[in-house]
Structure formats: C-alpha cells, structure tokens
C-alpha cells in the first residue's frame, strides 16, 4: 500500500509571519533577560503546556514520543487548541512522516530478510523509546515472524518508556536493552 504522508502546507504559510515576529521577540528576551528564560513566548510555550514540554526536552525522546503520539482535537480548551496549530507545522509533520518511513524501510528489510535465518535481528545505536522498531516487531510477531532487537541508548527514562510500549505490543521479551554509551 502507498504511504500516507502528512503533506498540509497551508497553516504553515499563514504561520510564517507570526513564526518570524514571535522568534524576534525571543531574541529580544534571551538577549535582555539572559538565555534561561522559563516561557519563550506566551503563544508557543506559555499557554501549552504540550508545547513547553517538547521545548523542555527538545534534545531527547520525549519530545519525539509528544511529536509521534499527539492526539489532535483531544482538548477543545484554548491550550489544545494551540498545541493542535502548532504540532500541525510542517517539522512535526516532518517527524510523524519519518516514523512512518523508518516503519517502512524496517519492513522491506525484514521482508527481504524472511527465510533466510530462523530470526531477523535488529541492533539500535541511540534508539531512544524505538518506538518504530517495536511495533514493526509487533506486526511480524502476529504474521510468526522471529524478530528480535538490542537496543542501545544512554537515557534510562527512554529505555523505560521503550520497555512500556513493548510490554503493550506484546514483544518485551524479544528485546534486550542497554542503559550505556
């Protein structure tokens, strides 16, 4: 089947503007009250608290895992509906498109990889949650397919939240994890 990209520009277009003047009023800030300031602007994480977690943790799993899961149109408040135009740019689709492509390049690997060894194995440098990699585990488990995978990050929390979403799949026990660098 064709993939499903998420390709709507248009909120994009009409966000430019605000984008640009909101991204000065930061600079402006940062300059004038310093670099750790705790709200950027009350628009993007001031008043979403979904926003200001995944500013929080722009550098790690978690606001990969906000980006990948968000459910649109959950809260009808004025914060849901902020987080909704916000994770509807085009880098947060960006991210939830490239889950969809590593989904899909794991499967065409494995599929080439069928038959050939009694399991297909997958070893993940930096794999924070490996989301991608456990439910594509989950799919070929249902179709009794060996799948197995070492997972290699520094993060315990991402290791711990990986360890969740596996348990929920039904695949923990194909994986094995390591908390190292």
Not at 106 to 121: C, N, V
Not at 156 to 172: D, T, W, Y
Request: proline share 2%; with cysteine.
């Amino acid at each position: 089947p064709k993939m499903q990209y998420e390709k709507t520009k248009w909120i994009y277009y009409f966000a430019s503007p605000l984008m640009y003047l909101l991204g000065f009023w930061v600079m402006i800030k940062k300059i004038v009250f310093g670099k750790k300031i705790k709200t950027n602007t009350f628009w993007f994480d001031g008043a979403s608290p979904v926003c200001r977690e995944i500013k929080e943790n722009a550098q790690g799993w978690r606001a990969v895992d906000i980006l990948y899961n968000h459910c649109f149109c959950e809260k009808n408040d004025f914060s849901g509906k902020l987080t909704d135009f916000w994770l509807k740019m085009i880098n947060s689709q960006a991210m939830r498109n490239r889950l969809k492509l590593v989904k899909q390049c794991l499967r065409a690997e494995i599929e080439t990889l069928i038959g050939k060894d009694s399991e297909i194995r997958i070893f993940s440098i930096a794999s924070g949650s490996a989301q991608a990699v456990v439910e594509v585990m989950s799919e070929y488990k249902h179709k009794s397919v060996l799948v197995k995978a070492c997972l290699l990050d520094l993060d315990a929390a991402a290791i711990s939240h990986g360890r969740q979403i596996a348990e929920e799949v039904g695949v923990s026990e194909q994986i094995q994890y390591i908390n190292k660098n």
